[in-house]
């Protein structure tokens, strides 16, 4: 049994229409709405779903405001499906249909399970050339005007249950762990070969559960700089980036997100295979980024916010 990764996330919201406004920016397709919902996808058919909060068929919130409520995985088979029913059947909140089943993890999120309804797709982001390896050859690296995110990527969420929910996702749903902030912090990927991470689990100071950001693979680096040009255009606020990630490698930009929490573009994360031996890293900010622009670039002068534009047709231009 393995998990395939995240199928769907469903979000509990304020302002139905700003969050509409927001993932139409984003890159999603809208394929679905009325008064209290709407449905986008992503390009390989993963969902988001937009949920007026005070909606009674939504799971219980497990912090205050705008957030998510529920994660849904994906596996390959009814048979896997099948197989997960007795390792959830004794959790909290537990649930099961023909089609899915569902409970509360150990700090409160609900997640379900269902057999994936994500579609293949023939699609390359550009190849890079480095030092002893040209992959591109009469063939400019693209430039995007805003991006088309390919799936949900990862979840982090604040936990005051680290050690339980850890425990939870390998011995229930079959996680590996990648890599460990010790007593702090878990990278978790679905299976022993994938991504770097499916889900990552911070323990803060104060004990604070909730949603810290849903990221969204993108191609590459290239979307990912296009992408949150395009965003910060259509005036939202980024948090954070563009930056590198040291410990996943993975470029990435984070936006305030008015469904909850942070969101974020991220390409090139590594790729882990059952060789990988999870390592340990002491918390700090050139952990957290090898690099970052605080405050983002603006979509419009193309440089960092509050930069003045460039005024003529090459750098060297000056008005007189």
Known sequence: MTILGIEQITYGVADLGECRRFFAD??????????????????????????????????????????????????????????????????????????????????????????????????????????????????PSPVYERAEPVEVGHVVFFTNRLAEQERFYHERLGFETSDRYPGRGAFMRCAPHGGHHDIFLLALPDGKRGLNHVAFTVRDIHEVFGGGLHISRCGWATQLGPGRHPVSSAYFWYFRNPAGGLIEYYADEDVLTPDWQPREFEPGPTVFAEWAIDGGLDGNTRRQKNAQAPEGKFMTERKS
């Open 26 to 139: 984003w890159g999603l397709k809208e394929v679905a709405h009325d008064e209290t919902r709407a449905r986008f996808e992503t390009l390989n058919g993963c969902t988001v779903l937009v949920v007026d909060a005070n909606d009674a068929s939504l799971p219980p919130p497990f912090e205050d405001g705008p957030t998510l409520r529920e994660v849904t995985w994906g596996v390959a088979t009814r048979a896997e499906l099948d197989a997960l029913r007795g390792r959830l059947a004794d959790q909290p909140g537990y649930y099961a249909t023909d089609d899915a089943i569902g409970c509360i993890d150990p700090a409160g999120m609900a997640i379900r399970v269902e057999v994936t309804r994500r579609r293949a797709l023939d699609l390359h982001g550009s190849p890079s050339n480095v030092w002893g390896q040209t992959l591109r050859v009469d063939q």
